[in-house]
């Protein structure tokens, strides 16, 4: 039974930081590639960070140079570190997992995605 947990969101200033994390359990954590997606109300999901098994990553236009996410193998944790937050980051943030073989990732967009966690509000004002 795979399982993400999403925790650490909450409410924070324009230009504040805040690092939100996803701990995974039930399958081979380490092959999958990792993801965070975001999704405003009455919006669709919008792409964040991927990351593959080797650390590679990709981010969406609009979080380069402000997010980073970081995986931790060895306890099956995901993070995103994001700084400089304006109002449009406000959203459910969700991490996602799929295995593509190789531990590689293939998409950045949540239909592609098999195995989502239930999210963390971030809330920017």
């Known amino acids: 039974h795979v399982q993400l947990v999403e925790s650490g969101g909450g409410s924070v200033q324009v230009g504040g930081s805040l690092r939100i994390s996803c701990t995974v359990s039930?399958?081979?954590?380490?092959?999958?590639?990792m993801a965070w997606n975001r999704q405003a109300p009455g919006k669709e999901y919008e792409g964040v960070a991927t990351?593959?098994?080797?650390?590679?990553?990709t981010y969406e236009d609009a979080v380069k140079g402000r997010f980073t996410i970081v995986r931790d193998n060895a306890a099956n944790t995901l993070y995103l570190e994001m700084n400089n937050l304006t109002p449009k980051d406000t959203a459910m943030y969700h991490c996602?997992?799929?295995?593509w073989g190789g531990g590689h990732c293939n998409s950045i967009h949540a239909v592609e995605y098999t195995y989502k966690g239930q999210g963390t509000q971030v809330t920017v004002s």
């Open positions: 990351i593959d098994s080797d650390g590679r990553t």
């Open positions: 039930g399958y081979m954590y380490r092959n999958y590639c």
């Open positions: 996602m997992a799929q295995n």
